[in-house]
């Protein structure tokens, strides 16, 4: 079992950084690839990024390139976005979630934070 728990958003300007972070509980954090996904009002959730299990390979919903960056610290349990050069359409309520087959789609991801609300404004 693996709780998320995320933290970080909040309301930010164009063009601003906000860092989201993502605490897992449980001994096992480092059998999991992690992955952050987002929700705007009236659209489904969609990909962000995800980060393989010891951090080595990471991948990006194209959207998001080049300005956000996943990372993880398997010693503190925590996985990491940074978020850069914001944009109105970013705004979202963001997930992180935890999947033993890494994905770029929800359905292998087994776990799920509650979400953390980022809103930009332009």
């Known amino acids: 079992q693996v709780q998320l728990v995320e933290s970080g958003g909040g309301l930010v300007q164009a063009g601003g950084s906000l860092r989201l972070s993502c605490a897992a509980s449980?001994?096992?954090?480092?059998?999991?690839?992690m992955g952050w996904f987002r929700q705007a009002p009236g659209k489904e959730r969609e990909f962000v990024a995800t980060?393989?299990?010891?951090?080595?390979?990471?991948y990006y919903a194209d959207s998001v390139k080049g300005r956000f960056t996943i990372s993880r610290d398997n010693a503190k349990n925590t996985v990491t976005l940074q978020m850069n050069n914001l944009k109105p359409e970013d705004t979202a309520v963001y997930y992180c979630?935890?999947?033993?087959?890494?994905?770029?789609?929800?359905?292998?991801?087994?776990?799920w934070g509650q979400g953390t609300q980022v809103t930009v404004s332009s």
């Open positions: 449980g001994r096992t954090f480092n059998n999991y690839a």
């Open positions: 979630a935890a999947t033993r087959r890494p994905s770029w789609s929800e359905g292998p991801y087994d776990y």
């Open positions: 980060i393989s299990w010891g951090g080595g390979s990471t």
